[in-house]
């Protein structure tokens, strides 16, 4: 799926708006990954590409149709063919591994398919398959609650995985791994997207994962994007433009 975005200003507050003046494309089965400080419009960006937060202005294209100016019921079958990850999963407690993941599967199942699968799971191979890759699939049928706060975040990935979304928009899909975690479930979503011609767009804090995975890497402050680099042209005075002194260089060797 290819996102254009052009003169795009947006926030939770229109009169304050986080992104200003924003212009942006990526291709279909591009990798993106965003680096940048705290608050610096990271998760908006990717609210607004996936029609989650309108634009105070600019327009936001998901395979040149504008998302805001196409009918509610036709924008939600666009959120349909695309998967939001958020930072922190919206995973219910009581809810077993096995349903949550197979939610990832809700708007292309309808309603009365959807209702049966809460009562008698479909597709368990499917899910299972999706699980092991992040190596939770022992898991399959716990209970949510019962989760670390790292297979929490795997079990949340692992929708994904099962997801027929055809744009992958992940929100620090890493900040309740250790780093070799990090890195395998890295490897292995990008591995998946590459293989089905998926787009991601993910946002990190961990920059030396975002340098070694994505062939693409933009640099977001203030709400604007100070740099767009292949990871090997993003070098350390890139990184000090971007976050000042608030970032080990040397981690990055």
């Not at 996102?3 to 993106?32: F, H, K």
């Amino acid at each position: 799926m290819r996102i254009e975005l052009n003169g795009l200003s947006a926030g939770p507050d229109a009169a304050r708006p986080i992104l200003t003046n924003l212009n942006l494309q990526i291709g279909s089965g591009e990798q993106v990954a965003i680096i940048g400080p705290s608050g610096a419009g990271k998760t908006t960006l990717l609210h607004v590409a996936g029609l989650a937060l309108a634009p105070v202005q600019g327009t936001v294209r998901l395979d040149g149709e504008d998302g805001w100016t196409m009918r509610s019921g036709t924008r939600r079958q666009w959120r349909a063919r695309l998967l939001i990850a958020p930072q922190a999963p919206p995973l219910p407690p009581r809810q077993r591994v096995v349903t949550a993941v197979l939610a990832a599967r809700l708007a292309q199942m309808g309603f009365w398919r959807s209702l049966a699968s809460l009562i008698a799971p479909r597709d368990l191979e499917a899910v299972a398959q999706a699980l092991a890759q992040l190596d939770v699939a022992d898991k399959l049928f716990e209970r949510v609650d019962r989760l670390s706060g790292g297979e929490r975040q795997r079990v949340s990935l692992a929708r994904a995985l099962l997801s027929p979304a055809r744009l992958w928009l992940i929100d620090e899909p890493l900040s309740a791994l250790d780093p070799s975690r990090a890195r395998q479930v890295i490897e292995v979503l990008t591995s998946v997207a590459r293989a089905r011609g998926v787009t991601v767009l993910a946002s990190f804090h961990q920059v030396d994962v975002a340098l070694a995975f994505f062939p693409r890497i933009l640099g977001v402050r203030a709400g604007k994007v100070l740099f767009d680099l292949a990871p090997e042209r993003v070098g350390p005075a890139e990184l000090r433009a971007l976050y000042g002194n608030d970032i080990a260089l040397g981690d990055l060797k």
